[in-house]
């Protein structure tokens, strides 16, 4: 039974309003989208992740869950998670302009009314 895998260099920020799981998730998914991390590689299980990184297993298992969604990793039976490879990152072709015309990200105020009802003001 081969019992290596890769590490990500994952340095956490526990004073960030970026929460644990959504650290490790990029930090991972950079490390894999540009090949420090091999495809078919396995990533440490949650549990040794979640003891190396001083945080709950339940944080890793969020960040491993969102990094199998954009199919950078699959669980193979017995083998843990896996990197499943490069994968192509989304671009702005052509889209750069339909993205500022729609004032993204958009700069609002929510308020509400006298009765309570949410008023969105564009701040634009």
Known sequence: MDT???LPMIALD????????????????YAIRSGVIEHGTRLPSTRLMAKLLEVSR???????????????????????MRVNGKTRELTLFGLRGVIQAAGYP???????????????????
């Open 4 to 6: 290596r895998f890769a």
């Open 14 to 29: 526990r004073g960030s309003r970026v929460p644990l799981h959504r650290q490790i998730y990029e930090q991972a998914a």
């Open 58 to 80: 339940n944080t890793v298992l969020a960040a491993y869950d969102n990094l199998a969604a954009d199919g950078l990793l699959r669980g193979q039976q017995g083998s843990g």
């Open 106 to 124: 958009a700069r609002t105020l929510a308020i509400e009314d006298p009765d309570k009802n949410p008023l969105y003001l564009n701040l634009r």
